[in-house]
């Protein structure tokens, strides 16, 4: 018997060539290393990772140590699903952890009290009239700092022609000795009550699926996802086909920038501080989200869904270390080796992909 059936035009459908869609892929190694934690678990601590092992009828899950998993990645997972975008595009952006630490310090000063225990804020940056805020003006400050960050790599990338990896390094640098500047490295402290909600309890949580969900939807319905995989794919092509290829690298940045805006401050919120050397090593920890979650340096493959469960895989890692005892250098090494599968990964199933075409 065939193995191919025809379809429309007398085109045939061969099912040697048929590939299950890489996001279950990324999903079964997720239940696989969860599945080596709990065995790991049951030998060396006697408990579980994920279950409740108190033998409660509540819920068959250990609900704190999820919820501690979800919010750890959830902050970094909201730079993922931009550095994601601009992976797509066959770019890279070293600069999103540094723009992160510049604008946790710029948009936490806009968000300041004038009066902590009935004296005047003793950490207050301006004086009385940008003291009080209302909260949408510290959140437009970080919007619009991550934005203007990320326009600036897009023109670098775009226009100028630097290589996406320099021009990004000297965001990064740039950024991170803004965030030392501004201040003079001293933290920023004491908001008002209106911006601390943001980032309370499960808020990130909320807000990283619901932008995950938007931009699965955008990435996968919308004019801007079919640009910006046709980009990564050949922008060559894109090009002669009418896509205006540095227009569109300008938005992908402005959008990894906004995100990375937005991170920070729902990251001062939840810690109620801003430091300068918040969101130290954020962008590699995003990278490896995006390259675990599937998808390609290479560009023109890859997705939104596939970088939320490449987050959990990193929260399950970081949280399976621990509940081990064991240092995070361990975790750092098992991180390595895994982004580096996950890249050679993709090149041969590249391989085996062209050449069965």
């Known amino acids: 018997m065939s193995d191919t059936s025809h379809g429309t035009g007398g085109l045939t459908f061969d099912k040697s060539k048929r590939q299950w869609p ?40 250990n609900e704190q140590r999820l919820r501690i998993i979800i919010i750890q990645v959830a902050i970094v997972g909201i730079i993922a699903l931009g550095v994601t975008q601009v992976i797509i595009t066959a770019g890279i952006d070293l600069s999103s952890g540094s723009v992160l630490g510049a604008t946790a310090m ?28 209302p909260v ?14 990320g326009i600036i790599n897009g023109i670098l990338v775009a226009y100028s022609r630097i290589p996406p990896f320099i021009a990004t390094l000297g965001m990064m640098l740039f950024a991170r ?15 008002t009550e209106s911006y601390a909600k943001i980032g309370a309890g499960m808020m990130p949580v909320i807000i990283f ?17 079919k640009h910006t995989y046709a980009i990564g794919s050949n922008e060559a092509a894109a090009r002669m086909s009418g896509i205006n290829v540095p227009r569109h690298l300008v938005l992908v940045y402005a959008i990894a920038g906004m995100l990375a805006g937005l991170s920070a401050v729902i990251l001062t919120s939840k810690n109620l501080t801003a430091q300068s050397g918040m969101g ?16 390609s340096l290479f560009g023109g493959r890859g997705s939104i869904i596939g970088t939320v469960i490449g987050a959990l895989i990193i929260g399950v890692i970081t949280s399976g ?8 250098f361990y975790q750092e090494m098992v991180l390595g080796c895994i982004i580096v599968g996950a ?4 090149q041969w199933q590249q391989k085996r992909a062209a050449a069965k075409a």
């Open 280 to 295: 130290l090593s954020y962008e590699l920890d995003a990278i490896a989200m995006a390259v675990i979650g599937g998808v």
């Open 177 to 191: 000795g803004v965030a030392q500047w501004w201040s003079s490295g001293n933290p920023v402290s004491f908001p």
């Open 136 to 149: 949408i003006v510290p959140i437009f400050v970080g919007l619009g700092c991550g934005i203007l960050a």
């Open 106 to 133: 710029i948009a936490m000063s806009f968000a300041q009290v004038s009066v902590v225990n009935g004296n005047p804020n003793p950490k207050a940056i301006f004086g009385p009239a940008f003291l009080d805020l």
């Open 321 to 328: 270390f621990t509940f081990l005892r064991l240092g995070a």
């Open 209 to 225: 699926l619901a932008l995950a969900v938007l931009f699965h939807l955008v990435m996968n319905y919308t004019i801007y996802g």
């Open 343 to 346: 890249v050679a990964l993709d």
């Open 22 to 61: 890489n996001e279950l892929n990324v999903l079964a190694a997720l239940f696989l290393i969860i599945g080596i934690f709990e065995v790991l678990g049951a030998i060396f601590v006697g408990q579980s990772l994920l279950f409740d092992s108190n033998d409660r009828f509540d819920s068959i899950f």
